[in-house]
């Protein structure tokens, strides 16, 4: 059981360039997040997704865009990179047990992003 | 507007100095909090959840606790191997989570 997996691990982007960030979790959770962190703040929300085909705007969705095409894989895109996007990146994914959604997450290890 | 802040930002402590971290929400129908310990260069690992008011949880040296307004997670006796950054979050819609800044506590031998 590998949870959730991240790859790259780090990467250094030139300005205008694009990418895509990969997470794959194995624990079948239907629930799925991209966060970035940034250093003295905490996490904030960029994704998320509930389930295959569904995706919705987290709290800082501009200049990236998201798809889920299976249970398993939730990538992130990143268009025309800026230096604002300079940053760690973090895939989590949760289990959807009914009305008791508050479990707990499962991180991935991150990647760390650099535009210049 | 949902709110999580962590105080203090840093603690220095010495190996056997017990101490406490803050965690106060304001966040409407509060559903839960935890807490996440984040090691550098890693992803935060779970460590607790606490679901309603008087609720503690104990870990080893950690234990939480939390009221209406806020959570503690208290540090007794410390070893170096505690040294990370402490996460709070509240859960919102969908799993969602509004994370606080963190507090980085650093323990010395």
């Known amino acids: 059981n590998a949870g959730v997996t991240q790859t790259p691990k780090f990467r250094i982007l030139k300005i205008g360039q694009s990418m895509t960030l990969q997470c794959t979790q194995d624990m079948n959770h239907n629930y799925m997040y991209w966060y970035r962190q940034d250093p003295g703040m905490g996490l904030k929300l960029i994704y998320y997704s509930v389930g295959a085909g569904i995706t919705d705007k987290g709290e800082v969705p501009n200049g990236y865009n998201v798809s889920r095409s299976t249970t398993e894989d939730f990538p992130l895109r990143l268009e025309l990179a800026a230096p604002s996007q300079t940053s760690v990146y973090f895939c989590a994914s949760t289990s959807d047990r009914g009305t008791r959604v508050n479990t707990e997450a499962f991180f991935g290890q991150g990647t760390r992003l650099t535009v210049v | 507007e949902d709110q999580v802040t962590q105080s203090p930002e840093a603690l220095r402590l010495q190996e056997g100095e017990s101490s406490s971290l803050n965690c106060s929400y304001t966040?409407?129908?509060?559903?839960?909090l935890f807490w996440y310990r984040q090691d550098p260069g890693k992803g935060p690992e779970f460590l607790f959840t606490l679901y309603s008011a008087g609720e503690e949880k104990e870990k080893e040296r950690l234990k939480a606790t939390l009221t209406k307004k806020e959570s503690f997670l208290h540090i007794t006796a410390p070893k170096p191997e505690d040294s990370a950054t402490y996460l709070c979050?509240?859960?919102?819609?969908?799993?969602?989570?509004?994370f606080g800044a963190g507090t980085q506590v650093v323990v010395t031998p």
């Open positions: 966040v409407s129908g509060l559903r839960g």
């Open positions: 979050a509240v859960p919102l819609s969908w799993g969602k989570l509004q």
